[in-house]
């Protein structure tokens, strides 16, 4: 993890969450940059600095699982935290098997989303 503040990424296909949460993130006390897709996250030069990676399950092209699972793939994996507005119980379950530090149900609180990051952050 980085000696300076954590920075959290934020892949989302929804344009109201990418303008909402870095600044919500930022006033956590860490750095935050925002992606529209996983392709445009995995094309930056940014992914070795992400301590964590707050993304979207449901987007066009490749999906929040497939990039956690890609990220897996060639770095051993981050901690991801999932957002979804579709999701139930069954899902959640499903991807803290997967290794997801949490899955939170859109919408959910300023609350909701920093403990999610800290446990995010704590996961080895």
Same mark, same amino acid.
């Given at each position: +993890? ?8 934020? @892949? $989302?296909?929804?344009?109201? !969450?990418? *303008?909402?949460?870095?600044? %919500?993130?930022?006033?956590?006390? /860490?750095?935050? !940059? =925002?992606? *529209? ?12 600095? @992400? $301590?964590?990676?707050? =993304? $979207?399950?449901? +987007?066009?092209? +490749?999906? &929040?699982?497939?990039?956690? #699972?890609? %990220? #897996?793939? %060639? /770095? &051993? &994996? =981050?901690? =991801? @935290?999932?957002?979804?507005? /579709? ?11 997967? &290794?997801?530090?949490?899955? %939170?149900?859109?919408?959910?609180? $300023?609350?909701?989303? #920093?403990? *999610?990051? @800290? *446990? ?5």
């Amino acid at each position: +993890m980085n000696q300076e503040r954590p920075f959290i990424a934020v @892949v $989302d296909d929804d344009e109201s !969450v990418r *303008a909402a949460l870095p600044e %919500l993130i930022k006033d956590f006390g /860490y750095e935050a !940059v =925002v992606f *529209a897709s996983a392709e445009e996250f995995l094309l930056s030069n940014l992914v070795s600095r @992400v $301590d964590c990676l707050i =993304v $979207d399950i449901t +987007m066009p092209g +490749m999906s &929040g699982i497939e990039l956690q #699972q890609e %990220l #897996q793939r %060639l /770095y &051993g &994996g =981050v901690p =991801v @935290v999932f957002i979804t507005a /579709y999701g139930n119980e069954d899902l959640q379950k499903r991807l803290q098997k997967l &290794g997801a530090a949490a899955c %939170l149900l859109k919408p959910f609180s $300023d609350l909701e989303l #920093q403990s *999610a990051i @800290v *446990a995010a952050l704590k996961k080895p």
